[in-house]
């Protein structure tokens, strides 16, 4: 059997086509050769390059490096683990240490720990909101400073444009993790980090549908990025690029309005009398909140500071859950970035590791509740969350 070729379309697609496909055909073994060795622009396999992917990544580059006098390129990952791992694969040798925060997304620290410390790269944790604990963990043969701006669950905010200087001084990259701070709130790049890094499974699809990751930097290191990628295989595929890709087109609107409503909701849940704290970098008694004011994009007042909002009511590990379990609005949920107000008891799910000292250690309450804010009405989720609340009581 013998079908025809797809046709070629004379006008260009409104939207992203979808090349789903894994293989490219060529005029001749000459191009096949000169594509595959970079020497014609082109595509021949999907792991190593796909169209639609790019549409993706040449999107994305173009929201972080909006202001940057040189271009910015971008990789696109199978998830955002993907792309962190790529990352010190690319960068890191036996014997070279890393200095990352001791409040890290679980997953990062699960490889540092037990991934890149079989293979002889060494992590260093610290308090990377403490820039002496930094400076003093940099030796000779740090290779990455790697930091989140916002963390979680307390959202801690990493001072970039500091962290940049110490690395360079000690002959680093700054890497940064932005996945709680899109780019249309904070773009890392403009503060001095060399590779910014989101899971795009959270704000940029924005809708809890998709699994992604993309990093962003100087050409240079992306190269080497897309290098290693080629080679480890984490590549992200055309249908998800699409759907991240779409995402895109409406992460502004999306991310201006949960940081607004989570603005309110934390200021007003924070004059609760069964809430013992609100972690929000947008309160003014945050102790991130300045470095946010200066680093985060000035958009309308109150909608800069992101949509990850923390509760501690009053009464430990027991009242947090309640407080989660109680509200019908917002789902208890795994993940954070999209449509729908997603809790969860950080104690017993992200942080399930750490006991009550280290948590404490942390500065994390074990009441913790996280909120990835949606898109619902911010009165009718506050009315949710103070009606569980007001169930708990002052304990
Ligand atoms: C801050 C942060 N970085 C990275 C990741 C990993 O991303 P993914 O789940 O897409 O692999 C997550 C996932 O929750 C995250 O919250």
Not at 110 to 129: I, K, P, Y
Not at 209 to 223: Q, S
Not at 271 to 287: E, I, K, S
């Amino acid at each position: 059997m013998h079908l025809p070729p797809p046709p070629q379309v004379p006008q260009r697609s409104l939207t992203t086509p979808i090349y789903r496909t894994a293989a490219f055909a060529f005029s001749s073994s000459a191009e096949y050769a000169s594509v595959l060795a970079d020497g014609t622009s082109g595509f021949s396999y999907s792991r190593i390059d796909n169209p639609t992917v790019e549409a993706f990544c040449s999107a994305v580059a173009s929201l972080e490096g909006v202001n940057l006098a040189y271009q910015v390129s971008a990789q696109a990952f199978a998830s955002g683990m993907a792309a962190i791992s790529t990352v010190f694969w690319a960068f890191c040798r036996a014997g070279t240490r890393v200095v990352a925060p001791t409040a890290l997304y679980g997953g990062t620290y699960s490889f540092l720990r037990n991934v890149a410390a079989n293979f002889g790269v060494h992590t260093e944790f610290v308090d990377m909101t403490d820039l002496a604990q930094v400076h003093a963990a940099l030796q000779p043969g740090t290779s990455i400073v790697y930091t989140e701006t916002l963390a979680n669950p307390t959202v801690a905010v990493a001072d970039l444009a500091a962290l940049s200087r110490l690395a360079h001084e000690a002959g680093a990259l700054l890497v940064v993790d932005s996945t709680l701070a899109p780019p249309v709130i904070c773009r890392p790049l403009e503060h001095g980090a060399d590779l910014v890094l989101h899971s795009a499974t959270k704000y940029f699809g924005g809708h809890s549908d998709v699994t992604g990751g993309v990093v962003t930097g100087h050409p240079e290191l992306i190269a080497a990025i897309r290098r290693t990628r080629i080679d480890t295989g984490g590549s992200l595929g055309p249908d998800d690029s699409y759907l991240l890709r779409r995402g895109l087109e409406t992460l502004p609107l999306r991310v201006r309005r949960q940081s607004a409503t989570a603005q309110m909701f934390a200021a007003a849940l924070a004059r609760h009398p069964a809430v013992r704290t609100v972690y929000y970098p947008g309160l003014a008694d945050h102790p991130g909140h300045e470095i946010a004011r200066r680093q985060f994009d000035a958009g309308p007042e109150g909608t800069r500071f992101g949509a990850i909002v923390t509760v501690a009511p009053y009464g430990g590990r027991e009242a947090g859950q309640a407080f989660a379990d109680r509200l019908r609005l917002a789902s208890v949920a795994t993940s954070l970035g999209g449509t729908h107000t997603k809790v969860s008891h950080v104690a017993s799910t992200t942080h399930r590791q750490l006991d009550d000292a280290a948590l404490a250690a942390g500065g994390i309450d074990p009441a913790s509740v996280r909120f990835s804010i949606g898109l619902e009405d911010g009165e009718d989720l506050l009315a949710d969350a103070m009606a569980a609340l007001d169930s708990l009581g002052r304990r």
